[in-house]
Structure formats: C-alpha cells, structure tokens
C-alpha cells in the first residue's frame, strides 16, 4: 500500500521567511496530493491540492510543487506571519481507488515573530 | 453554512465498555470517512463509506466497527474500548461529482479510556 513520508517534523522560522515542506510517496499510481493545516484544537483545513498532471499550483502565499518521476511534492509558503503557525499534512491517494487519503505524519511549523 | 457535525467532541471511558462516536453532515456528500489522530503518526484511515450500502475497512479496522443509518449519518463503534485506541478522532466528507474529490472534516472527538 501506499506510505508517505514527511520531513521535517518541526520547523521554526522568522516571519517574513519562506517555509517549505517535504514529502515522498511510495506509490506511482497515487495521482491526487493535497495540504491540510490544523491549528491547535481544530480541525484539519484543506489550503492547496494538485492532481499529477499538474507540477505546480499557486494560491497567493503558498505553492505546492510535485516530481512524479522522485515521487516527492512539496510545500511552500512564502513571507510567513504567525498566523502561519500549525501543524501541516501531506496526503496522497488515488482517485479510482475511492480517494482514500494517506498521510504524512505531520510537521509543526513555529514562525517567530 | 454545511458542515460536517462529530458528538461527542470530548468522552472519557473505562476499558471494556461499548462507545459509540456519531458524525452527520448537512453537505449532501455520498462518501463519508472515519480516521484516528495520534501524536506522531498523522492521521489513519479506520472505515469508509460510499453509499449507505457500501462500507470498507480502511487501514486499522481492527477493533472497530461502523453503521451507515443514512446517507448524512455514519457512525463508529467501539465494541470493546482499550487504552490503545485513546486518540484524536475524525470523520469527513466528499463528493464524488466535485473536482478532486476533497475531504472535508468535522471538528473531532478527543477519546480518552481509562
């Protein structure tokens, strides 16, 4: 099955810095990459998505970039602000296989201001 | 606005004893999900749903059961609590017809058993 590794687990930066999170899937056929954020108590919101037909999304702040071929997508967010700070996951599933997600164990990013 | 409701948010319980975790939503989705939070290890996927007919076991089942009353309702059982299963708890949502497919979440049920 499927298993997606995350890294860093931690990651603390001064705001107005870039972030950037990776992760690594095992899977080729996985064909759909979103990023939740969850903030301490809540629940996990979606902010960006690609499908792998896609290399890159942008959606003001933030980006997500995907290599099929090192099977590895990442986060990036740019000139961070403390409302930055919380715990982001990456998935990746298949749509033909009912598009359950499969996470990454997580990373608390910490901006600094 | 719809949503995606969890009851209860917050239970504490003995081993050995039967729980059941309630989620309904008002979104209109067909396919509902439940998932575990554990420090460390992301979420996992424990049953999904398509259809009021149609139910899976997703990652880690063992352990736990689930019913579809009707298409805004899915539950999780826990037939026999034990420690190991204290966590963080999710249910979510999608749409087939959507693009992409997201899932959307409720706001959890913190589990702790004793």
């Known amino acids: 099955g499927e298993n997606v590794e995350q890294h860093p687990s931690t990651l603390s930066v001064q705001e107005g810095d870039s972030a950037v999170i990776k992760c690594t899937y095992s899977?080729?056929?996985?064909?759909?990459f979103p990023w939740y954020k969850q903030e301490l108590g809540k629940r996990p919101q979606l902010i960006i998505d690609?499908?792998?037909?896609?290399g890159e999304k942008k959606d003001q702040r933030i980006a997500v970039t995907l290599n099929k071929t090192a099977k590895h997508f990442s986060l990036h967010i740019t000139e961070t602000q403390p409302e930055d700070s919380a715990v982001y996951f990456c998935?990746?599933?298949?749509f033909g296989d009912g598009n359950k997600l499969v996470f990454g164990a997580g990373t608390i990013l910490r901006v600094k201001s | 606005d719809a949503d995606v409701t969890q009851t209860p948010r917050n239970r504490i319980t003995k081993t050995g004893k039967r729980i059941m975790l309630e989620c309904s939503q008002t979104?209109?989705?067909?396919?509902m999900y439940w998932y575990r939070q554990d420090p460390g290890l992301g979420l996992r996927l424990i049953y999904y749903?398509?259809?009021?007919?149609?139910?899976n076991k997703g990652e880690i089942s063992d352990g736990y059961s689930v019913s579809r009353q009707a298409q805004a309702k899915f539950s999780l059982s826990l037939e026999s609590a034990i420690p190991n299963q204290t966590a963080l708890y999710f249910c979510?949502?999608?749409?087939?017809?959507?693009?992409?497919?997201?899932?959307?979440f409720g706001d959890g049920t913190r589990l702790s058993i004793l």
């Open positions: 899977d080729s056929a996985s064909n759909y």
């Open positions: 998935a990746a599933s298949r």
């Open positions: 749903s398509f259809d009021v007919k149609d139910i």
């Open positions: 979104k209109g989705h067909d396919r």
């Open positions: 979510a949502t999608s749409d087939p017809r959507q693009p992409n497919q997201p899932q959307h």
């Open positions: 690609i499908r792998s037909n896609v």
